[in-house]
Structure formats: C-alpha cells, structure tokens
C-alpha cells in the first residue's frame, strides 16, 4: 500500500489517522509486514523513482490534521485543503498548495532549534533543503541554469521543517505500527533523477560529460513490459569513484533508510550485478549494453550498514546466473511474482512450488497488472492451467484470486505480499504503474469504506493457518528503531 494511496481528505493519502487505521486493519488480518514505494519527494511525472533527492522526504505526506493539533495550522486552512473527489491523487494542486500551506504552518513554529539540529544530524536532507531552496530562488529552472547559488537562509529553514515534521509523524506512525505487530518496509530506487541534490552536490559520483551531462543514463533493454526496453533516463554511478570512497554515499543513504524501517527493497538489484548502460543520445533503450556493477564490495558494505534491518533483493528481469551468484553470497532474500510464473509452458522459478525460504513471494508488484486485471487479460488455457494449479474449479475470476493467494500463502516462501488492490479484487483500472509509460501513474487512492470492505478476519485465518506470523528472513528485527 503506496502511502499516497491511503485514505483521506487531503488530495493523497498522509502519515496521520487513516495511516493509523489501515495499521489496524493490517493487525485484524494478521498481517506482519506493510510494505510501501519510496517516500522521496518524487520529480518528473510524479514518479518516486525519479526523484529530487535520494534521501528527500515527500512533504505532501505530512499529515495536516497532526499540524492543527500541534497548533500550526488553522481550522479554515484544512477546510480550504480538503480534496474534491478521493479516488486519484491531486498532484497539480499539491504542488501548488500544499507546500504554501506547511510553509504557513513553518511560520508559526517558536523554538526553530529543532528543525536546525534535525538537519545537522541528517547531513544528506540538509543538503536536499538547499538544494530546493536554491531551485525556488531561481525561479524551479534546472540547476545548470542557476544564477543564484547561495540558498537563502529561512527557505532552506521551510524546507527542512517539512521534512522534519515528516519524520516526527512517520516516527510516530513506525511506533504505532510496532506496538500492533506491524513491520514496514521501505524501497529504495537504485537511481535518482539527474535534476537533484545528488547530482548538483557530488558529480564525481556519477558518469558525467566534462560539461556536467551525463554520458549514459540507466534503462533496462526490450522485456515483457515494453518492445523497445525502457528508457529511464536517469544518470549512472561511476562505480569506480564510489569504490574509492568506500561506497560511503550509498552507505548514508542505507543508514537512513534503516533509521525509519524494519526491512528495504533495493529496487534493480542487479545493477549491482552488471547495469544497463544507454548512450545518453539514444533514442530507446534498445542502443544498450550491460556492464559490470560493483558486485559483493556494495552489498556487504549495506548489509554493515544496517544490521537490523532485513534487505530485500529487487533481482526480477533478465536474471543470470551472475545476479544469481551476488544473490546468494549477498545472503539477501529475492523477490517471486506469481504473474510471472504462467507466461510460458513448464517448470519456472515462479512457480510457488519452487519458492526456496529465503525469498518474498509476490502475487504481482506495483509494476505489474492487478491479479484481476492480469486474470482477465490471460489467455483462456493459460488462465485455466493457473486455476487448476491453484485448485480452483469456478468460472468467477473474483473468487480464484482467494484460491491464487493461498497458493502463496501455503508455499515454503519465508514472506508473502500482496497488493491491497489483490485482497480487494480490483481490475486495472486500479492499477499503480504502467511500466514506459509517462502518463497516468501513481495516482491510485482507496476509500476507507473500500478497505473495510476487505475480508481482514478470513484473511486472519489462513495467515494462522499457514502460521504466517511476523517473521524476517535472515536478521532477527527489534520491535521498534
């Protein structure tokens, strides 16, 4: 569950009271584990993997409700807030008014001093704070175009307010979570957005031109979801120079994920296997090469990193037996996609019956159909053999998704997630991304009279059945960070 998706009156959904009560439904299912999408401030086309920063924090998550609480906000403010439908996020309004609105709320805080040592102690977020502040003072053009280079003292102070409000509310959202039963999981994008405070602070990092453009940019080559591959766009690490640092720019940036999380999914974990390399001129992603990552030298330095922190490999896509060998020294569990197990005739990987422990099974991910929707569009023989596999006899594709998600929850897989649009049964139309497609994604909310409507108590038996109670993988987690 995106937290974007949630619930609530305020255009996308927040860290405050239906965050809370979606924890209790997790809880009445006997569910351990909320995994979410990253919580970076997203960029172009609203995507949290083409974000500002690596370690930004998405203000329009900030809970205004918790903000009136605390006195920041007026009453007449929230009502002006409020969203007019709920079922689609209000980008185009958030970025215009929610941001005006915590900068009101930044304006009535007495004691600043927080916010100040808030930013001293995250290094990388103060970094993200002038980095807006000085895109703000150039009129938000990209960061080449700037003129102005020195932030202004009291926008860097509004922009880390928001993120310190955000991690006061996320950190009480984590406990609350805790105290339920309720691990969460963060993701972690392998790449972020050429315009952002990663590239602008640190270019020695990444492959660059002598003139600061970038001489590559990430993508994967041609693959189920798209004929010409997927042009991402965004810059590559220069792995040679991060090895000379130590990795110490990913390490920060593990370090912080595991500060506010139980457990991460690195996202295209086999970049660090070999990465897809596109010459930046191209025109699709078919122009590409791989190209030789930094292997076990990174994964053991993350794995340091965040002792108490249970990682999860992103190792789908193109999966050799390289990605294969670093999986398996790197002792990370990987990821299977039961939608990925019917696409040809025969054994395969994702098929539940092959499921090793050390993995997390998945009936689809955010890239990926609704299992509704994915059902529907399958071809008749294919859909049946599904069926049969998973001991459903019926005709009525709602009712095989129950018998498609026990198949998961009865396999040796040492965790099972699932989209809440599979629990719910909901077609494409709900569908969270839409992979090489620019338009129309990320936007999907729910009603909470739509997550009520989920069966939480049956579910709550076969997780007891299936003696899914919370468990890790590999590393013993505490109850709370």
Same mark, same amino acid.
């Given at each position: ?5 949630? $619930? ?34 997203? @960029?172009? @086309? ?35 807030? !409020? ?7 209000? *980008? ?42 000085? !895109? ?10 700037? +003129? ?37 999981? @963060? ?17 020695? %990092?990444?492959?660059?031109? #002598? ?11 041609? =693959? ?45 974990? !086999?970049?660090? &296997? &070999?990465?897809? !390399?596109?010459?930046?001129?191209? #025109? ?19 794995? #340091? ?9 992103? =190792? ?11 999986? +398996? ?15 040809? =005739? ?26 509704l929707g994915y059902l529907t ?10 069926? +049969?596999?998973?001991? *459903? ?14 198949? %998961?929850? &009865? ?32 936007q999907v909310r729910l009603t ?8 939480? #108590? ?19 987690? $505490?109850?709370?960070?």
């Amino acid at each position: 569950m995106p937290i974007f998706s949630l $619930p609530g009156p305020y255009g996308c959904g927040t860290l405050g009271e239906e965050a809370r009560a979606f924890v209790d439904r997790l809880s009445e299912g006997g569910f351990g584990w909320w995994q979410t999408l990253p919580l970076c401030l997203p @960029g172009a @086309g609203n995507s949290p993997y083409m974000s500002y920063a690596a370690s930004s924090l998405n203000y329009a998550f900030v809970d205004p409700d918790t903000l009136y609480e605390e006195g920041l906000l007026r009453r007449e403010e929230l009502i002006g807030a !409020r969203q007019s439908q709920p079922y689609l996020c209000e *980008y185009a309004r958030l970025g215009e008014e929610r941001y005006a609105l915590l900068c009101r709320a930044a304006s009535r805080v007495h004691d600043r001093n927080p916010v100040y040592e808030f930013l001293h102690r995250h290094p990388s977020v103060a970094e993200f704070c002038r980095f807006m502040a000085l !895109r703000e003072q150039n009129r938000n053009l990209p960061f080449r175009a700037w +003129q102005e280079t020195l932030p202004e003292e009291e926008r860097v102070y509004r922009w880390g307010f928001t993120q310190y409000e955000f991690l006061r509310q996320w950190d009480a959202l984590h406990a609350y979570a805790a105290t339920h039963g309720v691990h969460i999981m @963060g993701d972690m994008p392998i790449y972020v957005s050429y315009e952002s405070a990663d590239v602008r602070e640190h270019p020695h %990092l990444f492959l660059l031109r #002598k003139d600061g453009t970038p001489a590559a940019v990430a993508g994967v080559p041609p =693959d189920c979801f798209s004929e010409d591959g997927q042009l991402w766009g965004n810059p590559l690490y220069d792995w040679a120079a991060m090895a000379e640092e130590g990795y110490a720019w990913w390490t920060d940036r593990m370090a912080f994920a595991g500060r506010m999380f139980d457990g991460v999914r690195i996202d295209h974990f !086999r970049a660090f &296997s &070999s990465y897809y !390399r596109i010459p930046a001129h191209a #025109k699709t992603a078919r122009e590409g090469e791989w190209v030789p990552g930094p292997g076990l030298a990174l994964t053991d330095r993350l794995a #340091k990193a965040v002792p108490h922190c249970q990682i999860v490999a992103e =190792d789908l896509g193109g999966n050799t037996e390289e990605v294969r060998r670093l999986l +398996q020294e790197s002792g990370f569990p990987g990821m299977r996609v039961l939608q990925f197990a019917f696409e040809e =005739d025969g054994d395969n990987p994702h098929l539940p019956h092959n499921y090793a422990y050390n993995c997390v099974a998945y009936t689809g991910t955010h890239d990926n159909n609704t299992l509704l929707g994915y059902l529907t569009e399958m071809a008749p023989d294919r859909r049946t053999r599904l069926f +049969q596999y998973c001991g *459903y006899t019926g005709e009525d594709l709602r009712a095989g998704i129950r018998f498609v998600i026990r198949a %998961l929850l &009865s396999s040796h897989a040492g965790l099972c997630i699932f989209p809440v649009q599979d629990l719910l049964g909901y077609g494409a139309d709900t569908r969270i991304n839409r992979p090489g497609t620019a338009e129309g994604n990320w936007q999907v909310r729910l009603t909470a009279e739509q997550l009520s409507s989920v069966d939480w #108590k049956g579910y709550a038996r076969e997780n007891a059945l299936y003696f899914r109670t919370p468990r890790v993988l590999r590393q013993t987690l $505490p109850v709370n960070l």
